[in-house]
């Protein structure tokens, strides 16, 4: 202690500053006035009331800043489209149905459906007997418990996937308000980066998902309403995010995934979207946020992206 007052004391810096730093080393404004002021307590003593009235500022600024708990409970309701290839839709149909998922072979359509999965064709694939799996509205964790069994019985057909194929996600959005959307759409962008290096190269720009890097962030703050936004993205739907969605099914969609019939990776990425969401009705992710300080994310869930990241390292 009596080194740390005499490197103190030897300091260059004002005597008020001198005094701070006593006084938050514990010693009693008498002491301090003894050893800096000459015996001036009064000096010392105002000096000490203009750092209570700075900590008491700094106290209720920091209170004001104050958010609540977020709860990352997964209950939100959600759709997924699981593009692939080397099944008939007559097939994969039969075994869905045997698995107790109810399903239909339907033509290419943009129906919603609350009851049922549907089976479509998309011209845009490649490969023998293509189809689009489409979900009917799911819901949180009982709807990744029907997605799993979904991927179960892919796996049995010997689905697959290439370089055409991808997987979207629906997600709930009827409730956002102007604000969700603008820091969903800004966390998305800061984190593209990060997305991009845990997707397959295919899928981290290509014209079915492409990226936001044309979409400047003072165009997205500009907006005053969805429409606004809608057209920052050219009403393209064929990006990353596809805020098209809303107007046709109030969701919002994310495209960037690439195809898969694996349910982890799938459940992954509905978790990490859904989490994504919850914080932007909150905030945004801060200019430069790496993997590792994602604030929506746990250890595990860091972790398996990170190994991905690696794994599709190019």
Known sequence: MNEQIQNILNENGTKTSKIQKLLTLGLTRRQVADLVAGGNYGFVQNVYKRMMQGMTQNA????????????????????????????????????????????????????????????????????????????????????????????????????????????????????????????????????????????????????????????????????????DLRAAFYHNRYHKINLEAYARHRTVEFRQHGGSTNFTKMSAWIHFLAKMITFAKQGQVQEGTTLQNIPFLTESEKLYLKIRTKKLAV
């Open 60 to 227: 209720a600024q920091a209170a004001a800043t104050v958010l609540p708990q977020l709860d990352y409970t997964f209950n939100r309701n959600f759709g997924i489209e699981i593009e692939a290839y080397n099944c008939t839709r007559e097939r994969l149909a039969r075994e869905l149905t045997a698995a107790g998922i109810r399903v239909e072979v339907e033509g290419y359509n943009h129906t919603d459906h609350t009851d049922h999965w549907k089976l479509v064709t998309d011209s845009s694939l490649s490969g023998n007997n293509t189809f689009e799996l489409v979900s009917p509205i799911l819901h949180g964790e009982q709807g990744l418990e029907e997605l799993e069994k979904v991927c179960w019985v892919l796996d049995l057909c010997n689905a697959k996937v290439n370089d055409s194929c991808g997987l979207h996600v629906h997600m709930d959005a009827a409730e956002f308000d102007l604000q969700t959307w603008k820091n969903l759409i800004i966390t998305y962008k800061r984190l593209e980066k990060i997305i991009d290096h845990f997707m397959p190269l295919s899928r981290r720009n290509n014209r079915f998902c492409k990226g936001l890097t044309t979409i400047t962030e003072a165009t997205i703050n500009r907006a005053s309403n969805i429409s």
